[in-house]
């Protein structure tokens, strides 16, 4: 039995057999959405070996009182499947998804099948190389300005497939990934493009198909509004084409001036970084692509006073840099999810005025290094750099090749980096992990990474700022 072409979201799965690729939080939500649809389903996952689950614990896992059984992605082409439910990490590029689509299954992700069932609702799509979890929550927070009741998931958030079972809200904001537009049918009916630059290639193959990824997102929708952030140029030439697309930030209808947030050149509210806890001109820039996506959605921003009092909300986001420790005049700053050099770039203007010494370093993906090489070479003060395999070697050798003369020292580990860093800077300045790259697979993830650079500030006797 094959899924009828008008069947949308979640009664996709109301077909005989559902293959869900991927057993973490989202997989487990769309199994049981599944099971009480009456399917047949199974999980693949990649840590099963052909013919066993030598990697895994078990041959099934418990969903609902049914024991879903666990299967090599293989089975794909082995058995008969009407529908295929990729997790985020899963690239749809796989030639195992390639297969069962050209035979006619169904393939899609619970972002998908949760923007088609919420169609109807007012949802705001943020995406962008770097920037949109901030971007995000503070559009969250802005909306909230405007008294209404906002419910923020995604990407990094609140798993969409757990949106299901809340009551309605008057505006959803959705932080979405690459990964999790690739497939998306469906565009919300406002949107928010942070920056583009090259990411995720490894899962997108070119960076002209990452880009294609993205702004897929949007263009399932002729009268998408589109905020987009003037302060990238290829977010720019990339969204010409979208009718309703409104620039931020630099020269946009929103930006900020000398600490005031600017509306088409008027002043709208006094804007003070420090208060919100967000550091550097990036997030200033992210503060104007919330105010944009407001206006977007409601036609009109909050007042001054229930802005100022709303962005005191903000939260320090963990691995954003996120100040972790002080020691003497050290400041230890956490920017784990730094995993590109856009985002590194970024995290070093904001501490251009102090001594710094960057901890950089992770897999490496094969990204052009010239923007984070020629930031380096353009910081006035003090920066040593210690570096971590594998992109931290290449970055080393292009910085030579480039006539740097930066002190770069080699560790193997970000604890060791940490003790090598505090030896670098003297009596003040910034050690600053921002890894330009993703976390190594043998590491974790970012938060894992992240905790690792916490706990040995904790051990140099940091004290929490």
């Not at 419910?151 to 079972?165: D, Q, S």
């Not at 979405?176 to 490894?202: M, W």
């Not at 030439?237 to 931020?248: G, N, S």
């Not at 104007?288 to 977007?296: D, F, H, N, R």
């Amino acid at each position: 039995m094959s899924t009828p072409s008008s069947v949308t979201g979640m009664e996709r799965l109301r077909v005989s057999r559902v293959a869900v690729w991927g057993t973490g939080v989202e997989g487990l939500d769309v199994a049981k959405a599944a099971l009480e649809h009456g399917a047949d389903v199974v999980f693949v996952d990649d840590r099963v070996k052909e013919g066993s689950c030598a990697s895994v614990s078990a041959r099934s896992i418990p969903v609902s009182g049914v024991d879903v059984p666990l299967r090599h992605p293989a089975a794909l082409g082995e058995e008969q499947f009407d529908c295929v439910v990729r997790s985020p990490g899963v690239s749809v590029y796989r030639g195992e998804l390639q297969k069962v689509l050209a035979a006619g299954t169904t393939v899609t992700s619970a972002t998908a099948m949760w923007l088609e069932d919420f169609s109807e609702s007012r949802v705001i799509g943020v995406t962008g190389t770097k920037g949109k979890t901030t971007t995000a929550w503070l559009t969250a927070i802005v909306l909230e300005a405007r008294g209404l009741r906002v419910r923020l998931g995604g990407n990094m958030g609140t798993p969409l497939t757990e949106l299901y079972r809340e009551e309605p809200s008057d505006v959803y904001v959705v932080e979405i990934s690459s990964f999790q537009g690739a497939d998306v049918k469906v565009s919300p009916a406002v949107g928010v493009l942070t920056l583009l630059a090259p990411d995720h290639l490894d899962w997108h193959g070119t960076y002209d198909r990452y880009v294609r990824d993205k702004l897929n997102l949007f263009d399932h929708r002729e009268d998408v509004a589109l905020a987009v952030s003037s302060s990238s140029p290829d977010a720019i030439v990339e969204t010409a084409r979208y009718a309703r697309r409104v620039l931020y930030g630099g020269e946009g209808r929103i930006t900020v001036r000398c600490g005031d947030v600017m509306l088409d050149g008027e002043r709208l509210v006094d804007f003070d970084t420090s208060a919100l806890r967000l550091r550097g001109e990036h997030n200033q820039v992210n503060l104007c692509g919330a105010l944009t996506a407001c206006m977007l959605e409601e036609g009109q921003l909050p007042s001054s006073e229930s802005l100022e009092q709303a962005l005191e909300k903000m939260p320090v986001l963990a691995s954003r840099l996120q100040t972790v420790g002080i020691c003497g005049g050290i400041e230890f700053v956490n920017d784990a999810l730094a995993s590109n050099p856009a985002g590194t770039v970024a995290a070093l203007r904001t501490f251009a005025r102090r001594p710094i010494c960057l901890i950089v370093g992770g897999q490496d993906r094969g990204v052009d290094l010239a923007s984070l090489v020629s930031a380096i070479k353009g910081m006035r003060l003090y920066l040593a750099i210690v570096y971590l395999p594998d992109l931290g070697e290449r970055l080393r050798v292009e910085l030579a090749a480039s006539g740097s003369h930066v002190t770069c020292v080699r560790v193997p580990t970000v604890r060791e980096a940490v003790f090598q860093a505090s030896t670098l800077l003297g009596d003040e300045g910034v050690v600053l992990f921002s890894p330009a790259a993703p976390t190594p697979h043998v590491e974790g993830t970012y938060v894992q990474r992240g905790a690792a650079f916490n706990e040995a500030v904790a051990e140099l006797g940091g004290s929490r700022p």
